[in-house]
């Protein structure tokens, strides 16, 4: 099982220029989102995360490589795990209950809280609609072949977890897992930073989460 320690950012918080928070991620560890326990076509985008806290918020921001990029849906809730889509799954402590929040390249933002993929309740637009975003495409070369490059800075007020009464993450303990998935790309596929050992495809086990700590 993979750890994760989450550094502390004491200079930002939700309100401060996001662009100047995804430069600072671009400092801290990248993560690779690159096991593939369901390989439908061969194909692997290259995916990494890094992941930072503030006082009150989360930071993520995703990099991804992809031979294709799609971004159809554009309103909270819609099913972006269609479109060029990453995610990020959360559990505090030993709760069995999860936060699961995947955004396509656009920034849009689908949530639910539940213990399972079918046991699921998606939560209040207006909590997503306090989440920010800024996304960035560009070209890439990768080795001869045209990929398209872009990169998901988010900014996750702990407000967001409505669900649970969150004031500090300082010390905090939970288990996550971070995803890349594409259902209806040209060439789906299903990337995850810890492993999944199921037949089925199926990010919503929360036995396969990596255990994750937040600096205090």
Same mark, same amino acid.
């Given at each position: 099982m993979k750890e994760l320690t989450v550094p502390f950012? &004491?200079?930002?918080? %939700?309100?401060?220029? +996001? =662009?100047?928070?995804?430069?600072?991620? @671009?400092? $801290?560890? %990248?993560?690779?989102? &690159?096991?593939?326990?369901?390989s439908v076509n &061969? $194909?692997?985008? @290259?995916?990494? #995360? =890094?992941?930072? #806290? &503030?006082?009150d918020s989360i930071f993520i921001k995703y990099y991804v490589s992809e031979k294709?990029?799609?971004? +159809?849906? %554009?309103?909270?809730?819609?099913?972006?795990?269609? @479109?060029?889509?990453v995610e990020f799954f959360v559990s505090f402590g030993d709760e069995k209950g999860y936060y699961s929040f995947g955004f396509n390249c656009a920034g849009t933002c689908m949530l639910g809280f539940g213990t399972s993929r079918t046991n699921r309740k998606l939560l209040p637009e207006a909590a997503i609609r306090t989440i920010r975003h800024q996304t960035?495409?560009?070209?890439?070369?990768?080795g001869g072949q045209g990929s398209i490059g872009w990169e998901l800075t988010l900014m996750i007020p702990l407000a967001v977890f409505c669900n649970h009464s969150i004031t500090s993450l300082n010390g905090r303990q939970c288990r996550v897992n971070f995803h890349k998935c594409g259902d209806e790309l040209p060439d789906p596929h299903f990337l995850t930073w810890n492993n999944i050992k199921s037949a089925d495809t199926n990010f919503h086990l929360p036995e396969f989460f990596g255990k994750m700590q937040f600096e205090n």
């Open positions: 950012l &004491g200079l930002v918080n %939700k309100v401060s220029p +996001i =662009a100047h928070v995804s430069y600072l991620l @671009d400092n $801290y560890e %990248k993560n690779h989102i &690159g096991m593939t326990p369901w &061969g $194909y692997k985008p @290259d995916a990494h #995360f =890094a992941i930072a #806290f &503030g006082e294709s990029v799609r971004a +159809i849906y %554009k309103q909270p809730n819609e099913p972006v795990y269609k @479109d060029s889509c960035n495409l560009k070209l890439v070369d990768s």
